[in-house]
């Protein structure tokens, strides 16, 4: 016996025909969102189990398409705070800057970051400027010297880590400090500003494995800053999605590679899906919804059509079901 009844002397006799199915989904029809508006984590709730058929070799799926407006903003719940100490004559005082959430060009971002640093830092009078040759900032404090240590700060979530190194022109992980100069103390970026927003993003069928995965270190996911479901992870990736467009613009993924996996289970009853951005958080679409479809090929093996001499004479050109 090869397979699904079938003995082996009926091999000649067999072919492999694949049966294709799709299911379109819309973020507007979950059953569930687990985080609200941000619409990044849903479940579809299927009102019948998808079961494997008896006779199938195998089940293939892949993500066919996908569309989504580009909605995340720069500025939001991942890299919205910055954190500063100022020295006050020997003496360090930590702050915790909250940041509008929002899109920014490289001079309204300027403004807001000035505004928010000058209500909620008290200290001095804060000025930002641009090096329009190397498109870096500069960071200035009329009175006091600061210094910006964003993985290594004592008030709020030590176990998070924002993100706004990334745009500002800075490395995460490093401490720098101003020096004395011109108008006060000085804190020039070392890198250009970076306004780009979101670079891509994987969607993962939670409930399916792919057994495709997302290297995330554990000390770069902003952990603090959102709820992450309990049951998230980083593999069952089941497509990255490239974003190449600016924001306020449409999202369209179609299918061009050959890449597909194999269902293993047998029944399932749901799909679970999430929206990850390349750096492990889950995306905040701020209730802008998508539309996805998904293919299934359910490979199986059939009989061949056989007839004998008079049925050919009969029907020559037969069509079959």
Request: aromatic share 12%; glycine share 4%; charged share 15%.
């Amino acid at each position: 016996m090869i397979s699904n009844g079938f003995m082996l002397e009926d091999q000649e006799n067999l072919i492999e025909v694949e049966d294709r199915i799709l299911l379109c989904l819309d973020s507007r029809t979950a059953t569930v969102k687990n985080n609200g508006a941000s619409l990044s984590d849903v479940q579809f709730n299927f009102q019948e189990p998808f079961i494997q058929p008896k006779d199938a070799i195998n089940i293939k799926c892949s993500v066919l398409s996908f569309t989504c407006p580009n909605s995340q903003y720069i500025i939001n719940a991942t890299n919205n705070l910055l954190y500063l100490i100022i020295n006050n004559s020997g003496t360090f005082y930590e702050y915790e800057v909250i940041l509008t959430v929002g899109n920014y060009n490289a001079i309204t971002f300027s403004n807001m970051v000035v505004t928010q640093l000058n209500l909620q830092v008290t200290v001095g009078t804060w000025s930002m400027t641009t090096n329009s040759v190397t498109n870096t900032y500069t960071l200035t404090n009329s009175l006091y010297s600061f210094s910006i240590q964003q993985s290594n700060y004592s008030i709020g979530n030590a176990n998070a880590v924002s993100r706004i190194g990334d745009v500002m022109g800075f490395d995460t992980f490093t401490t720098y400090t101003s020096t004395a100069g011109t108008g006060g103390y000085n804190l020039a970026f070392p890198y250009p500003i970076n306004l780009g927003g979101l670079n891509s993003f994987n969607i993962h069928f939670n409930n399916l494995k792919t057994r495709s995965f997302q290297y995330i270190a554990q000390n770069i996911k902003a952990t603090g800053f959102q709820a992450v479901n309990n049951n998230f992870t980083n593999d069952n990736i089941a497509v990255s999605i490239p974003v190449n467009c600016p924001v306020g613009d449409v999202i369209y993924y179609s299918k061009i590679a050959s890449f597909e996996y194999l269902i293993k289970e047998e029944i399932f009853d749901n799909i679970h899906i999430t929206l990850v951005d390349d750096l492990g958080n889950l995306l905040q679409l701020n209730n802008q919804n998508w539309n996805m479809t998904i293919e299934f090929c359910i490979t199986k093996l059939m009989r061949k059509k056989s007839r004998n001499f008079f049925e050919i004479l009969k029907n020559p050109y037969p069509t079959y079901e």
